[in-house]
Structures are given as structure tokens and as C-alpha cells.
């Protein structure tokens, strides 16, 4: 079996381009699809907000010659990042399937209809609700039992953990090109 093409140099690369693509699609859903997150889901894009910049400096380190054993520590950081967000992740679709208890400012708090006869300045003025964490907006596949956003974030930051364990434990491979040359 051929092992993956990641190693230690090139996984804060994806990792980073896969921290920045997370929140673009959750930044998506929340400024195209109008699915305001609630207080579970933005805890669960710390992560990335964390995840983005150690990669960076990771590629810059290695960029300024960074040896493979720092190379490994930064992989083994990115995982448990990772791994923050996964607990983060699956507590929140425990919650929702009310197999976990949630926070206790997470309770559902539902925004009604806009009321009539005021003028949008003070509207926009008021407090904005926020969007329960006990409630999915949708699931995969569309059934109580399916997974929500949150668990579907858990399974994909399990994948990243892993994929930045299974990093940190790998060689470098070779080269790419003739001129480029790689530090053992």
C-alpha cells in the first residue's frame, strides 16, 4: 500500500488551506445561508482560528531551515488543535441528541418575527437573538439520527488530528524536482 503524500514538511500547507476552507464554508453558511451560529459553533471555530497561524509559522520556520524534530513538535501541536476541536464538536452533537449536557447560556433563545410599526434604526439597535445550540439547523442524512453540523465539524477534525499524527510520524519524501532539496 502506498502511504499518503504528506509528511511533516508538507502538512501545515494543507493543514492551513484546510483550517482557511472550514471557515470559509461556515463564514458561508452564516453570511449567504443567513444560519447565524450559536454559541457551541463559534467555540468550535477557535480551533481553526488557532490552527491557521501555527501552521504559518510553521511554514515560515521551515522556510528558514527549521529541523525535522521542530518540524514533528509543530505537527504534534497542529493535532492536538485539531483534536480541541473535535472534543469542542462532538460535546455540541451530544448536546443536540441530549446525550451531553450543554452550557448553560446555550439554551434556546428563538428570534420571532420582525415587529411591525418600528423604525429599522431602533430595530438594529436591539439585542440580536441567539440561534440555540440544543437545536440542528439540518442533518445529514435529513433524520433525527443524522449528524448536524457539529458532528459532521467532529468527524472532520478527528481526520485532521489524524492526518497530523500520521504527519508528524512520516520521513520527508523526496524531492519534487531536481532542485529542490529536502532536510532529513
Known amino acids: 500500500m502506498n502511504r499518503l503524500p504528506l509528511d511533516r514538511i508538507r502538512w501545515p500547507l494543507v493543514a492551513l488551506l484546510a ?3 472550514t471557515l470559509g464554508v461556515a463564514y458561508f453558511f452564516e453570511i449567504v445561508l443567513n444560519q ?26 521551515k522556510w528558514r531551515g527549521a529541523g525535522p524534530g521542530l518540524m514533528t513538535t509543530l505537527s504534534i501541536l497542529l493535532a492536538l488543535t485539531f483534536m480541541t476541536g473535535f472534543v469542542i464538536a462532538a460535546w455540541h452533537a451530544l448536546f443536540e441528541w441530549d446525550l451531553a449536557p450543554g452550557p448553560a447560556g446555550c439554551t434556546a433563545m428563538t428570534a ?6 418600528i423604525p429599522l ?3 438594529l439597535s ?35 488530528a489524524a492526518l497530523s ?15 529542490e532539496t529536502l532536510q532529513p
Not at 500520521?166 to 532542485?179: E, G, L
Request: with cysteine.
Open 36 to 61: 447565524a451560529p450559536c454559541q457551541m459553533c463559534w467555540w468550535q471555530r477557535y480551533a481553526y482560528f488557532a490552527a491557521g497561524p501555527i501552521a504559518l509559522v510553521a511554514i515560515v520556520l
Open 112 to 117: 420571532g418575527a420582525l415587529p411591525e410599526g
Open 121 to 123: 434604526s431602533e430595530l
Open 126 to 160: 436591539r439585542p440580536q437573538a441567539i440561534p440555540s445550540c440544543k437545536e440542528a439547523l439540518w442533518r445529514v442524512p435529513d433524520q433525527p439520527w443524522g449528524l448536524s453540523m457539529a458532528g459532521l465539524n467532529a468527524v472532520w477534525s478527528m481526520i485532521l
Open 165 to 179: 499524527l500520521y504527519s508528524a510520524s512520516q520521513p520527508p519524501m523526496h524531492a519534487d524536482t531536481a532542485n
Open 19 to 21: 483550517s482557511a476552507a
